[in-house]
């Protein structure tokens, strides 16, 4: 993490991006008689550490995080590209209407995306929905035809469908999540930047 702890130098880049240094409680089992038409429960994700990752050789770290004034409502994303030349690459961008979850999904997209294909990434997120959807969840969706297990559609299709594949472009990637807003430098500077995204687009489409 040393290689993204500074934010001080500043390389203008085009748009919107620039560089810069920078015990679980246990249900009692159910007996009684389920109706044929219950639902199935919506199962628990599991407990993450929430460690801070470390980069590891020659892997680039992709910190992201998205935003929304409303939900939905008027959105922002963030990604932090952290080189290990020291340099962090800041990717941002909004939508006047959409979702929190859309938000998150869309910061790892472009942040995948603007990582050169074939690389070895880690992204890092404080959005289990992305985190869990893209270790767990994915191979159920597409093994029932993306439906999920109660057999209803699988919300965000095709966003889920392109971060598939920027994922396979790359030759490995891997997830990590962190708990949000409690003092991890590079998760709450992509924070501001995906707020700022969020209050950007409201203005426009003011």
């Known amino acids: 993490m040393a290689s993204c702890a500074a934010l001080g130098r500043v390389r203008p880049r085009p ?6 240094r920078a015990a679980p409680v246990r249900a009692a089992p159910y007996r009684g008689r389920v109706p044929s038409t219950a639902r199935r429960p919506r199962r628990i994700s599991r407990s993450l550490p ?7 050789p020659g892997e680039v770290l992709v910190w ?18 952290c080189w290990d030349d020291g340099v962090t690459e800041e990717h941002s961008g909004g939508l006047p209407h959409t979702t929190n979850n859309i938000m998150e999904m869309t910061a790892a997209l472009e942040g995948l995306r603007g990582v050169p294909d074939g690389s070895r990434v880690c992204v890092v997120t404080d959005s289990r929905y992305l985190h869990d959807g893209m270790t767990s969840w994915m191979a159920g969706w597409k093994r029932r035809g993306w439906t999920t297990a109660a057999g209803e559609p699988v919300k965000n299709r095709d966003i889920w469908i392109a971060l598939e594949r920027a994922v396979a472009a790359h030759e490995a990637v891997r997830w990590a999540w962190v708990k949000g807003h409690v003092g991890h430098a590079l998760n709450e500077r992509a924070d501001v930047l995906a707020v700022a995204a969020a209050a950007d687009a409201s203005a426009a489409a003011a």
């Not at 929430?50 to 590891?56: I, K, N």
């Not at 992201?64 to 590209?81: F, I, K, S």
């Open 50 to 56: 929430g460690d801070v990752p470390v980069a590891a």
């Open 64 to 81: 992201t995080d998205g935003a929304c004034r409303r939900n939905p409502g008027p959105g922002g994303w963030a990604a932090l590209v």
């Open 15 to 20: 748009a919107a991006s620039h560089r810069v």
